[in-house]
C-alpha cells in the first residue's frame, strides 16, 4: 500500500477485556515498529520487529502485552486483561534498510478502557 | 527520566514569521535526530533530521540546528504558515543501538496565526 495502515482505528473495551490492534507496514518494509502515546505525551517504544524476528521488546509494559508478525508484514499487537492505564493511542511504523532512518508512522489506533 | 525534552508546551506566531521549535537531550549516545509533525486524529509525519556529524540541515522553510555541546537542537520554520499549526515531536535515536528505536520528546503545539 502507499503508506502504513492501522485497524481498527478506534476500539473501546471493558477492563479485562482482550484486545488485538493490527498493522499493515509499507510494502516491503523491513523493520516494523510498536509505539504507545499516552495523552499529552509524545510516543514511547514498545517492541520492534525487523522480518519476523522480535528483536527489541524492552518498551511492553507488562506480560500482558504481546506481539507478533509472523510472516514478516502483517504484526499484531495484543493486549490481554487490558486495564484502565492501557489507555492511549497505538501507533505503528515501519521503515526501509535502504535510504535513512526515518520511519513512516500509521494513524493509529486509539484504544479506551473503560 | 526523559531524556529528550521539549520545554514549551505551545507556541503562538505570526503567519511570515519565525517559527523556534526547541528540543533538549541528555543522553550523549544519541547520533540521530528528527522532527515529526503530527496533525490531530493522524499520526506522526516526518518532517527533517540531522545526523550528530552535522550541526545544520535544510529543506526548504525548514531547518534544524544541533548543538552537540549543549545536547541541544532547535526546528526553524521561514516563513510560518496557518498549515505548519500543528505539534511537533523531536526524537533522538542511537544508530548504534541496532534497533534504531526513537525516543520522543512531549511535543510542543504550534499555532501559526493569520
Known amino acids: 500500500g502507499a503508506g502504513v495502515s492501522q485497524s481498527p482505528r478506534y476500539k473501546v473495551a471493558k477492563r479485562g477485556q482482550d484486545v488485538a490492534l493490527r498493522c499493515d507496514p509499507i510494502s516491503g518494509h523491513v523493520s516494523l515498529f510498536w509505539y504507545q502515546q499516552a495523552l499529552g505525551q509524545g510516543p514511547e517504544f514498545l517492541t520492534y520487529f525487523q522480518n519476523e524476528a522480535q528483536l527489541d521488546k524492552s518498551g511492553l509494559p507488562s506480560d500482558r502485552f504481546f506481539a507478533e508478525r509472523p510472516e514478516g508484514s502483517v504484526s499484531t499487537l495484543k493486549i490481554q486483561r487490558t486495564q484502565q492505564e492501557d489507555s492511549a493511542v497505538y501507533l505503528c511504523?515501519?521503515?526501509?534498510?535502504?535510504?535513512?532512518?526515518?520511519?513512516?508512522f500509521g494513524p493509529g489506533t486509539r484504544l479506551t478502557v473503560l | 527520566d526523559q531524556q529528550v525534552k521539549q520545554n514549551s508546551p505551545s507556541l503562538s506566531v505570526q503567519e511570515g514569521r519565525i517559527s523556534i521549535l526547541n528540543c533538549d537531550y541528555t543522553?550523549?549516545?544519541?547520533?540521530?535526530f528528527l522532527w515529526y509533525k503530527k496533525y490531530p486524529a493522524e499520526g506522526p509525519t516526518f518532517l527533517i533530521s540531522i545526523s550528530s556529524i552535522k550541526d545544520k540541515n535544510e529543506d526548504g522553510r525548514f531547518t534544524v540546528f544541533l548543538n552537540k555541546s549543549a545536547k541541544h537542537l532547535s526546528l526553524h520554520i521561514v516563513p510560518s504558515q496557518p498549515g505548519d499549526s500543528a505539534v511537533y515531536f523531536c526524537?533522538?535515536?542511537?544508530?548504534?543501538?541496532?534497533?534504531?528505536?526513537?525516543?520522543f520528546g512531549t511535543g510542543t503545539r504550534l499555532k501559526v496565526l493569520a
Open positions: 543522553n550523549s549516545m544519541f547520533d540521530y
Open positions: 526524537a533522538a535515536s542511537r544508530t548504534t543501538s541496532g534497533t534504531y528505536k526513537y525516543i
Open positions: 511504523a515501519s521503515r526501509s534498510l535502504q535510504g535513512g532512518y526515518e520511519q513512516f
